[in-house]
């Protein structure tokens, strides 16, 4: 892994004019910025292919009741492992269950160099994801108080909170469990800032060339 705090694009590069998140070019844009890596999400189609997206319908197809030749603009798992898995730290968010099987093949083929996380918003995934691999890297995604309780009880490697739950408690709580922390999404420099002084481990943001640049020099 990069020296931390890890830097990272939400879903590339999103805040870019004209460049549509969750795609090959979102992804090349935030690493040529200078981030460590970048997260997206994952779901599932009816055929059991893991296709970029985060909406769960994409115009008027829902993605859950379509083949992937229905989807052939979305990038697959498998292509985004290979592209990058040499060059950038992988965030993959799994929107929905039963792509646990089908994310640890595509990440045994293709291992990530720098690092990665499987990361939900649902208990039961990464539970199932650890059940089925105990060398998995697990992280869960906390957007309120309530999700944020659970995670000392989940057979996690990450917590993943939203910038309003982070404070230095919840660093050292999560460090002292020997556990890391990420924390999303943060698009100003003096969050973050912030964040990297409490000895966060990762932080996402859509403003991929304010990140670097208020972040990238210290760096290394």
């Not at 969750?22 to 779901?43: K, M, P």
């Not at 990440?107 to 199932?128: A, N, T, W």
């Not at 800032?193 to 640049?213: H, K, P, T, Y």
Request: net charge neutral.
């Amino acid at each position: 892994m990069a020296p931390f705090p890890l830097l990272l694009g939400h879903r590339g590069a999103r805040s870019f004019p004209g460049v549509l998140e969750n795609t090959c070019a979102s992804f090349d844009l935030a690493l040529a910025n200078g981030c460590c890596g970048f997260e997206f999400d994952i779901r599932r189609t009816a055929c059991g292919s893991a296709v970029i997206c985060h909406d769960p319908q994409v115009g008027r197809v829902t993605i859950s009741r379509a083949r992937a030749t229905q989807l052939p603009h979305l990038p697959t798992l498998g292509q985004i492992l290979r592209k990058y898995q040499g060059e950038a730290f992988l965030d993959i968010e799994l929107k929905v269950r039963n792509l646990e099987s089908i994310v640890l093949t595509a990440l045994h083929e293709f291992p990530p160099k720098r690092g990665y996380v499987i990361s939900s918003f649902l208990p039961d995934v990464v539970m199932e994801l650890k059940a089925r691999s105990a060398s998995a890297q697990t992280g869960i995604i906390c957007e309120n108080a309530g999700q944020l309780a659970r995670w000392p009880k989940l057979p996690v490697d990450y917590v993943i909170a939203q910038h309003s739950l982070v404070d230095r408690e919840l660093v050292r709580n999560v460090h002292n469990a020997d556990l890391k922390l990420f924390v999303w999404t943060v698009n100003d420099r003096e969050f973050m800032m912030r964040f990297a002084g409490w000895g966060v481990d990762g932080i996402i943001s859509d403003e991929c060339e304010l990140l670097v640049r208020t972040l990238g020099p210290k760096r290394g």
